[in-house]
């Protein structure tokens, strides 16, 4: 069974930075992309961010590009995002999730969600 299971969330001032963590259990993620979405009250959920776990190659939603670093720990099956600079509009529920197909940021192709975590910039 598939687990996926995200850490790392708080209540930060804009300008600080978070690193948020996903545990991946339950299979072998090599061929899988995994990646970060993130849902503010009221709006839709959007794609942050994306990795592809074998090769690396990654993918950004623009209004997080410059700011948020996507990395993996293959030996520790965790997937990693970086947030710097956080503004009050990243104030969001951030989730993580795993595709079996290559680098995409449509949701419906992910098969595979964690509970998410809480992410609050303060102004």
């Known amino acids: 069974q598939v687990e996926l299971v995200e850490s790392g969330g708080g209540l930060v001032q804009a300008g600080g930075s978070l690193k948020l963590s996903c545990a991946a259990s339950?299979?072998?993620?090599?061929?899988?992309?995994m990646g970060w979405f993130r849902q503010a009250p009221g709006k839709e959920r959007s794609f942050v961010a994306a990795i592809h776990w074998s090769s690396g190659s990654t993918a950004y939603a623009n209004s997080v590009k410059g700011r948020f670093t996507i990395s993996r720990d293959n030996a520790k099956n965790t997937v990693y995002l970086q947030l710097n600079s956080l503004q009050p509009e990243d104030t969001a529920v951030y989730y993580c999730?795993?595709?079996?197909?290559?680098?995409?940021?449509?949701?419906?192709?992910?098969?595979?969600w964690g509970r998410g975590t809480q992410v609050t910039v303060s102004s």
């Open positions: 339950g299979r072998t993620f090599s061929r899988y992309t």
């Open positions: 999730a795993a595709s079996y197909q290559g680098i995409i940021t449509s949701s419906p192709a992910y098969a595979y």
